[in-house]
């Protein structure tokens, strides 16, 4: 299969690792990625801010770019749950709704895409580690994954995983509402990464990299001794 790799703006700046660690997997699998250089944002901050007028621009522009993938997938629960619930609901009463429709046929998020359409759980990785994980707002509310990422996971050699009292609570992050309302932001980031510190795991493993920026930079301000990572980081992993 051709996989069409949607980057986010948050692992295209801060994470590039992400995109190349789940092109790694994709590609020990025998799927042949591609990555189109034109993407920019999906418009996820303009829509979340009551822009929607900017937020159209974003999404007219992302299904160009995708026009004619055959699937496209995304290491990101929420930036994937903006195009396939959100843009929809954006271009519904315009003559693009059916381009967003297809778009959002077609996109998947990473673990959704290696479980529920490919039927994988074992990608092969080696990761002799102890890991929780957090679920993202939006690829649990929105896209309701919880047991997929958690498959995979269980699979990998080596890999012992714990889960935390608090698996299910937002970080706090939530894009401009950390910058909005930094108060809250760090009340729940406090009581979200005390949780997962408590686990005694090495890693806190997520599918949402924004979600894993908010908590990291908790962890090691208060320093605690677990790392965040990316799913798609573990399942690289295969030695």
């Not at 009551?50 to 159209?56: E, I």
């Not at 381009?99 to 529920?116: G, I, K, P, Q, Y």
């Not at 990422?149 to 080596?158: E, H, M």
């Not at 920026?213 to 677990?226: A, N, T």
Request: proline share 5%.
């Amino acid at each position: 299969m051709r996989v069409s790799l949607f980057v986010p703006c948050f692992v295209d700046q801060l994470a590039p690792q992400v995109g190349l660690a789940a092109a790694k997997v994709l590609k020990r699998l025998g799927h042949e990625v591609d990555f189109r250089a034109e993407q920019t944002c999906c418009g996820q901050p303009s829509f979340n801010s009551g822009q929607w007028d900017v937020a159209r621009e974003g999404a007219l522009r992302t299904i160009q770019v995708f026009r004619g993938a055959d699937v496209v997938v995304g290491p990101s629960g929420s930036c994937v749950a903006m195009i396939k619930k959100f843009y929809p609901e954006l271009l519904q009463g315009t003559p693009h709704l059916a381009a967003a429709e297809d778009l959002a046929a077609r996109t998947f998020e990473f673990s959704d895409f290696l479980v529920n359409r490919l039927g994988v759980t074992d990608v092969g990785a080696k990761f002799a580690k102890k890991v929780t994980y957090h679920d993202g707002c939006h690829a649990l509310r929105e896209l309701r994954l919880k047991e997929e990422p958690r498959k995979l996971l269980r699979a990998v050699q080596g890999l012992e995983l714990i889960e935390s009292e608090e698996g299910e609570s937002c970080c706090g992050f939530g894009g401009l509402f950390s910058a909005k309302f930094p108060m809250i932001s760090t009340a729940m980031v406090q009581v979200k990464g005390g949780a997962l510190a408590r686990t005694g795991a090495d890693f806190v493993v997520s599918s949402d990299p924004s979600c894993l920026l908010q908590i990291g930079g908790w962890l090691s301000r208060e320093g605690k001794p677990i790392l965040p990572l990316h799913i798609a980081e573990v399942l690289a992993h295969d030695a």
